[in-house]
């Protein structure tokens, strides 16, 4: 079953404890994404990759890294956590440069929910 | 930079009633267009798309939208809802050229009304 899954899918942490957000996708997508969605202010873009070792910065990128060393993963950092990255995130996968292209597919992950305290 | 507004954040609709949710996108280049849908408790799933041709566009569950250049808008629609579309819908931006780096509208939650 194609799919896009995240780890954990709920964590409660405390500020400066440096943690990871998982995301692995078994459709072999080049294109990968970070999303939190926040009340109020839908869903902003935290980073995206291209490719192994391709990676750029969305909207909100402060506070957060990524690796891409393999395609299937995409794992997000956050290395010194604080109360404002209380959020829900989600990753995504696509198989076209521009994700829902016409013949693409793009699949969410199930999202994460991140409570730093 | 690219920007997207999603006019009303809540619209209640009677069930078999139409709807239209209002998306107005600001850009200086060409963009692709997007609606995705959430579902409670769940991630988004893609509705419809525009990204070159015909401006009205369909999706699934019944749903399409109308891109207009001049208005800079990609109004979604819906001639009866169901109970089953109550959810929140996202418009969503890509300046042309820019490929994977998304904007996302604030979202609107419809809640359709027995």
């Avoid at chain 1, 400066?16 to 999303?35: A, D, I, R």
């Avoid at chain 1, 109020?40 to 990676?55: D, H």
């Avoid at chain 1, 794992?75 to 693409?104: H, K, M």
């Avoid at chain 2, 169901?82 to 994977?100: L, M």
């Amino acid at each position: 079953e194609a799919q896009v899954t995240q780890n954990p899918r709920y964590l409660i942490t405390v500020t400066g404890k440096k943690l990871t957000v998982t995301c692995s996708q078994n459709m072999n997508h080049e294109y990968m994404s970070w999303y939190r969605q926040d009340p109020g202010l839908g869903l902003r873009q935290i980073y995206y990759s291209m490719n192994v070792e391709v990676t750029d910065k969305g909207d909100v990128p402060e506070g957060y890294k990524v690796s891409r060393k393999e395609k299937r993963n995409f794992p997000l950092i956050l290395e010194s956590p604080s109360p404002n990255q209380t959020s829900l995130y989600f990753c995504a996968s696509s198989s076209q440069l521009v994700p829902g292209g016409r013949t693409d597919t793009q699949y969410f992950g199930p999202g994460t929910r991140l409570t730093v305290l | 930079a690219q920007s997207v507004t999603q006019l009303d954040s809540q619209v209640p609709v009677f069930e078999e009633a139409p709807v239209e949710l209002r998306c107005n996108y600001s850009s200086s280049v060409s963009v692709y267009l997007f609606w995705y849908v959430q579902y409670p408790n769940q991630g988004l799933q893609l509705l419809l798309k525009y990204l070159s041709g015909s401006t009205l566009v369909k999706g699934i569950n019944g749903f399409e939208a109308e891109f207009n250049k001049s208005q800079t808008s990609f109004h979604l629609r819906k001639p009866s809802v169901h109970i089953s579309d109550t959810a929140e819908y996202f418009c969503a931006v890509i300046r042309g050229g820019g490929y994977q780096k998304v904007t996302f509208g604030i979202g609107t939650k419809l809640q359709v009304i027995p």
